[in-house]
């Protein structure tokens, strides 16, 4: 994306200043508060990254590894072009906004890359999330659900973008390639095929807006596989929680909550994941802080008593070489929802000794290597030192337990290829064991 900035600099000068388009935007913001149907997407939209340039046509968004080193950063971009924006209608913008945050609520930036006609995509995911937003708030010429079934299409309201995508493919597949249509066949759907037809133009802005769903590093290049799939699990577990605490706002609108729970179902052989979350969520202390602005109730002159949830975790990573880049990414994903979740967590880097002790800011390290010989012990000292409320140690077991007892709570989460449980407990180690899955 950002690759075409100059060529479209070039064409076009910015008829609005940054600060004008960034002062409108925030008072959208606003407006989506007051909104109650779009109170939600306020949330989505404070996630992200806004960006004011002339390198989009319209508008979009994407996801990019934030960082140019050899670490993750995970950030979610939205990027306005100033002239596109600024001369549309107050409810348009809204609309435009809403559009968007639907896009990524959705997960359309990463799912995308699963279906193989991208045009096609961009049409089905359009009609998916059009139904949530008021249409006088949507630009005409838009993809309406309704515009399809009054030619005559049989269609489902409500309903995910695989199953539009794949009711659109049978469309097409009946009039372009002579297929039976399956549930269209013994339909006349030759009015709603023709009305399908004018969203297949490439100039079409919906095709032009929807250019950022890849994802890359922030010169807008290719991400190896191994970024790519934590960059995606990090978008699912910020999501996962920004709709959760939605849920308790009560705040996700009305049809929208359907369509979220079918999509965010917990895949199944992740029971690693679980445990790590429960220990993660177990190793919560509630602390009582003493505060003279709360006063007590009952006794009105001493100082209320605030309860604060605060928690520290230990992160040991065995760097001993035998460890997958892959499968480190996938743990950082995982450390990430529980930094997010509000712990403060050290990561303790150690192969027979330790070689690094940092404070995690959600970016995780790219690769780690090894210098081989592999040794529990230190990390443990440095645990019964630093009193965290719990030690999650990432590692493949290849070695003897750890000789003393770090006086917390212990995880160990264990590489796919790595020690089996059973033969690390029959060795002695002691705490909480999870073995990765492939
Ligand atoms: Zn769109």
Redesign the pocket.
């Known amino acids: 994306m950002e690759n075409n900035t100059e060529e479209l600099v070039l064409k076009e000068t910015p008829k609005y200043s940054k600060g004008e388009v960034l002062e409108s935007m925030s008072k959208i913001a606003i407006d989506m508060i007051m909104e109650s149907n779009y109170k939600f997407y306020f949330y989505v939209l404070n996630t992200l990254k806004k960006h004011v340039t002339l390198g989009v046509p319209t508008a979009g968004v994407s996801l990019v590894n934030g960082s140019s080193d050899d670490i993750i950063d995970f950030c979610v971009n939205f990027y306005v072009n100033p002239n596109f924006y600024m001369d549309l209608d107050e409810n348009k913008k809204l609309g435009l906004f809403v559009?968007?945050m639907l896009?990524i609520v959705n997960r359309h930036i990463i799912s995308n890359k699963d279906y193989s006609d991208h045009q096609l995509f961009?049409i089905a995911?359009?009609m998916c999330?059009n139904q949530y937003i008021k249409k006088d708030d949507l630009p005409e010429g838009g993809i309406f659900i309704d515009d399809y079934i009054a030619k005559g299409m049989p269609l489902y309201k409500h309903e995910s973008t695989n199953y539009y995508y794949n009711m659109l493919k049978e469309l097409e597949d009946k009039h372009e390639r002579g297929g039976s249509g399956g549930t269209l066949s013994g339909v006349d759907t030759q009015d709603a095929y023709d009305h399908h037809k004018k969203y297949r133009n490439e100039e079409l802005h919906?095709h032009k807006?929807?250019d950022g769903w890849k994802i890359t590093d922030k010169y807008g290049n290719e991400i190896i596989e191994a970024h790519r799939k934590a960059l995606e699990e990090m978008l699912g577990a910020t999501i996962d929680e920004i709709v959760k605490d939605a849920k308790n706002m009560g705040i996700v609108p009305a049809g929208l909550e359907a369509l979220l729970d079918e999509l965010y179902k917990p895949a199944p052989d992740f029971a690693w994941k679980r445990m790590l979350r429960l220990f993660a969520n177990n190793s919560k202390k509630t602390y009582l802080k003493t505060t003279m602005k709360r006063r007590s109730k009952r006794y009105g002159t001493i100082p209320g008593i605030k309860i604060k949830r605060k928690q520290h975790l230990m992160v040991a990573i065995d760097t001993s070489g035998s460890v997958p880049d892959a499968e480190l990414s996938k743990f950082f994903a995982e450390i990430y929802h529980i930094y997010r979740a509000g712990a403060s967590i050290t990561i303790v880097e150690c192969d027979a000794a330790i070689s690094k002790v940092w404070e995690y800011k959600g970016r995780a390290p790219k690769t780690i290597t090894g210098r081989g010989g592999t040794s529990f012990d230190e990390p443990i000292e440095l645990a019964k030192k630093l009193r965290p409320d719990g030690l999650i140690y990432f590692t493949d077991g290849e070695c003897y337990p750890p000789q003393g007892d770090p006086n917390c709570r212990t995880m160990w989460v264990v590489t796919s290829s790595g020690e089996s449980i059973e033969k690390m407990k029959e060795d002695g180690f002691k705490g909480i064991m999870a073995k990765m899955s492939e």
């Open positions: 559009h968007e896009h961009n995911a359009d999330i919906i807006s929807h």
